[in-house]
């Protein structure tokens, strides 16, 4: 089975900065599309950041120009570098991992906290 082990939460002040790590069990290359999630207390989970095979990225409007998602296959690690960090952005940071092709599948890591707070 699939695994996906996020990593980098914390606690951090209005304007600081994170980095999440996501590491796969398995070549990053396996997946069509990696990408971050975030579940705020009593909102819907949401799409962050996502980048596909061929490098192509999306972001959410609340992040753009703020995060930014990249990847290292070597290490089966893809990062999500949170700069500018506003107490909106507290949430439970999840990875994810699909595969579109043939019966496809979904993978979900089980999350890392990120708090911003003064």
């Known amino acids: 089975q699939v695994q996906l082990v996020e990593s980098g939460g914390g606690l951090v002040q209005p304007g600081g900065s994170l980095r999440l790590s996501c590491v796969a069990s398995i070549n990053i290359y396996s997946f069509d599309t990696m990408g971050w999630y975030r579940q705020a207390p009593g909102k819907q989970r949401e799409l962050v950041a996502a980048i596909t095979t061929a490098g192509s990225t999306n972001y959410a409007d609340s992040v753009k120009g703020r995060f930014a998602i990249s990847r290292d296959a070597a290490k089966n690690t893809v990062y999500l570098q949170m700069t500018s960090l506003k107490a909106e952005d507290t949430a439970v940071y999840y990875c994810?991992?699909?595969?579109?092709?043939?019966?496809?599948?979904?993978?979900w890591g089980q999350g890392t906290q990120v708090t911003v707070s003064s």
């Open positions: 994810n991992a699909v595969v579109v092709a043939g019966p496809g599948y979904s993978r």
